[in-house]
């Protein structure tokens, strides 16, 4: 047994945001891959499909034709999980089975009119305006509803069929459990340090560097500390923001607002997860299976290892051809 | 707005083993069907075929050939995630980087000689061989690791590419995160309550009977009331058994165990989860991604409606073909 390397020694890290461990054993990342290889992404989508619900003029389940939008579209999930007035549970019988109200409204997002883009292939004026409409939707839903989950769902791997450019957006009259476990864990780092816990992790992260994807005046983008997914990044602003709809111009947020929108939230950071699935190519994903759902999350390499990866990167996206 | 209909209405549930919260969002089974469709598992698995490491007679990765082995085999991972000697992790310098020591060991437990069964295709004494082979690695590893977890990820959909029936036994020096759920949630129900959480709750469910799916003497198997996957379902023994060795001869467990040997467990119930990861049928299944990722669990139909179906099944596997 020599020094501690955390590339070559198997430990546990903490993760202060969900008060839990990850395994990191990057040593597995050693071993052959037998295991599933999974189809590429489609390359030669249609820009313009009518019979694709998402598309300007298509028509939707619902009968609705949807109007020739030229940049963002929002509409009702016509199968949504959440609406506005399902009924109260009835009273709990027992502390083993309770349940509660649910309410809401789920949306549907489409980013841009063709088919055949995805966000990083938009040109920045396209994405100003989706992150414009967020922050739009996160006032109007937030006005009424104390959380506002906006989501992509991207690529056949993460269950989405349809590669029309779109999100959702779900608002609930509950607090989620993710949402739910980060107010708690950044409320109580505030009360202990007198800093937001993700403004400390910032700026220590862009002094270390060892994580650092990317970086900007405004933003960091971090494979953290305590990473999960192999790819995982987390978004973060470079000042106290609490609000999508606080961002400045050169900025833009997802946060608790509605009932919580007078709400003393000093502790909480505007923040945007990705989690992508995928562990040592575009075809190759990682298995979040036995371990992981019954006693914790593995990860097969470091942070600092995927962080390495993803700078390497070109800046150009793949899909741009060298012309 | 009419009286309440968990299968009509969202609403959500609370899991007392994990502190948590599912939405149930039954109403959204009505919806078709547009997204993935999965290959069916491969019928024609061979028998025996020596180029499948897991076979009698096979060699493996670190070029060691299997024994003829009759019933259950036990070997050493040979790309373990967890290691009995890896070195301590440097001392925390900053309470958001904080790491831990891990160490343990990662076994393969072959459950028969013969590649194209799985458990409920295998006999009776088979099936015992298995679960008594589980009670002494308990015994063996639970003697230095207060963890031992046994998992079984089966089918492509999990990441086993390999169809021959297998299972793996990990052992840790830390108690993983959804264990330390589970004791937390498990103490505190008994100081509560006076009963533990999983013995009060089987006894409940074994008179209500809306989610029970199978029962005999000894154990029952419901869909808890917060399942979050379709079809989860969850093994509970009918008196209070701790640990796998404890079991009876007409019974077999996986719990706390090495540094927790001698300490009081008097909450903690012996227990087992499944999680398939099915929605409609064998060939579409539920994606677990964005808005269950970064928000909260969400169901498509109640557990009432998804234990009607499986005690609606015929009692035969499906690949015991009638003769
Ligand atoms: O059985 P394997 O191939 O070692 O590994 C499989 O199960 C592990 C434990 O759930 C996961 O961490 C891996 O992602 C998965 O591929
Ligand atoms: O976008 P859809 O098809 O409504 O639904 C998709 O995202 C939801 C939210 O993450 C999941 O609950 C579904 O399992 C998934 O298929």
Redesign the interface.
Known sequence: ????Q?SE??????N?LRD??V???A??M???W???VEKPPQEDVPRCDLSNPLCPGAVR?NGEVNPQYTNTFVFDN??????P??????ACN??????????GVCKVMCFHPWSDLTLPLMSLAEIRAVIDKWAELAVELGASYP?V?I???KG?M????NPHPHC?V?A?N?L????QLEDRTQRQHLQE?GVP?LL??AQ?EAQRKERLVVENADWLVVVP?WAVWPFQTLLLPRRQVCRLQELSDSERDSAPTGPRLGADCGHWQLHA?Y?PPLLRSAAV?K?M???E??????R?LTPEQAAERLRALPEEHYRVRPR
Chains 1, 2 share one sequence.
Request: charged share 20%.
């Open positions: 047994v020599g020094s501690f955390p020694h198997q430990h546990v890290r903490y202060p839990d461990w395994l990191v054993s040593h597995r050693r071993r052959p037998q295991g599933q389940a016509d199968f949504p999980a959440l609406q007035d399902a009924p109260e549970p009835d027992h502390p083993l089975f309770r349940a509660a109200s649910a309410r959380w989950q989501f992509e769902n056949a993460m269950g989405c069929s959702q779900w609930s509950f989620p459990n993710e949402a340090r816990l400390e992790y220590l500390y997860h989690y994903r298995f299976v036995g371990y759902m019954l006693a914790q999350a593995q097969d």
